[in-house]
């Protein structure tokens, strides 16, 4: 529920903590769902990362976030409101900057720029959360080298499909080390 700027700025301590005690190792970020959009903005502004895997990572924040909040949600938050949610994964408390903070970043710009440092694209086909889509989108956005995986029948936390996502990420991960 953090904003994505505390996210990123989270990811970029542990990043340079990683590196001053793994200096001579390769980095691979994962980043799943929002926390693929932070580790996108990290890896975009760090050199030292080796490569990125996006698991189900959206590209179009205010999409996925009309999307998973519902418009009347999203508006009520555009206008200022805090929202308090609960659901199966308990109680979460939106502030507007939650959404207000999506303007700081251009996913797809990033994207547009990443060059030369592998990308792992995996993404469940029936993502009701972040379009599959924007799965699609990122990976033509992105230079080379790329892989995008969609996995048949996958939800966004690929239920029932997990072992099929890291089993790509192993085998991804295993040709680049």
Same mark, same amino acid.
């Given at each position: 529920?953090?904003?994505?700027?505390?996210?990123?700025?989270?990811?970029?301590?542990?990043?340079?903590?990683?590196?001053?005690?793994?200096?001579?190792? !390769?980095?691979?970020?994962?980043?799943?769902?929002?926390?693929?959009?932070?580790?996108?903005?990290?890896?975009?502004?760090?050199? /030292?990362?080796?490569?990125?895997?996006?698991?189900?990572?959206?590209?179009?924040?205010?999409?996925?976030?009309?999307?998973?909040?519902?418009?009347?949600? /999203?508006?009520?938050?555009?206008?200022?409101?805090?929202?308090?949610?609960?659901?199966?994964?308990?109680?979460?408390?939106?502030?507007? #900057?939650?959404?207000?903070?999506?303007?700081? /970043? #251009?996913?797809?710009?990033?994207?547009?720029?990443?060059? !030369?440092?592998? +990308?792992?694209? +995996?993404?469940?086909?029936?993502?009701?959360?972040?379009?599959?889509?924007?799965?699609?989108?990122?990976?033509?956005?992105?230079?080379?080298?790329?892989?995008?995986?969609?996995?048949?029948?996958? #939800?966004?936390?690929?239920?029932?499909?997990?072992?099929?996502?890291?089993?790509?990420?192993?085998?991804?991960?295993?040709?680049?080390?």
């Amino acid at each position: 529920s953090q904003i994505l700027s505390k996210q990123v700025e989270e990811l970029e301590a542990v990043l340079a903590y990683v590196r001053l005690k793994f200096s001579a190792g !390769k980095i691979f970020l994962l980043g799943r769902s929002l926390g693929g959009a932070a580790a996108l903005v990290a890896a975009s502004r760090s050199a /030292y990362i080796t490569g990125l895997v996006l698991w189900a990572a959206p590209n179009d924040l205010q999409a996925t976030f009309r999307n998973a909040l519902g418009a009347e949600a /999203y508006n009520a938050l555009s206008a200022g409101q805090t929202l308090y949610l609960n659901d199966e994964r308990g109680e979460l408390t939106l502030t507007p #900057d939650f959404i207000t903070d999506f303007a700081k /970043y #251009d996913l797809q710009g990033i994207l547009r720029n990443w060059r !030369k440092r592998p +990308l792992l694209i +995996l993404h469940g086909e029936k993502d009701e959360t972040v379009a599959v889509d924007q799965a699609r989108l990122t990976f033509a956005l992105a230079g080379v080298p790329k892989k995008l995986v969609i996995i048949n029948g996958g #939800d966004h936390s690929f239920t029932n499909h997990g072992n099929k996502a890291a089993a790509e990420v192993v085998g991804w991960l295993k040709d680049r080390l």
